[in-house]
Nanobody
Framework: VQLQASGGGLVQEGGSLRLSCVAS????????MRWYRQAPGEQRNWIST???????SYAWSVKGRFTVSRDIAANTMYLEMNHLKPEDSAVYYC?????????WGQGTQVTVSS
């Protein structure tokens, strides 16, 4: 499985962005997908999970502002990010697993200016 993340960019505080993560290869085997982010000098942190059935969970830091969704037919996961804050600035990575293997995308940069 290969993952391609996109949609990052520069946005002002309070703005919105929508990230996409497209899976290719044996994408039909994917069970769970996740978003992580990593700011400079910090560890990579989990921010959201979506299961194949659509069940979603969020880190407290983004709950209520970010929404994860998934188009199974298009092998794509999305992250709708609203009310962005400067502390949301990071490289955002998507992740997928099938219960046996785990894969990572290359990351997309999100920068929120104050």
């Amino acid at each position: 499985v290969q993952l391609q993340a996109s949609g990052g960019g520069l946005v002002q505080e309070g703005g919105s962005l929508r990230l996409s993560c497209v899976a290719s290869g044996s994408a039909s085997s994917i069970v769970t997908m996740r978003w992580y982010r990593q700011a400079p000098g910090e560890q990579r942190n989990w921010i959201s999970t979506i299961a194949k059935g659509g069940q979603a969970s969020y880190a407290w830091s983004v709950k209520g502002r970010f929404t994860v969704s998934r188009d199974i037919a298009a092998n794509t996961m999305y992250l709708e990010m609203n009310h962005l804050k400067p502390e949301d600035s990071a490289v955002y990575y998507c992740n997928a697993e099938n219960g046996l293997e785990r894969w990572w995308g290359q990351g997309t940069q999100v920068t929120v200016s104050s």
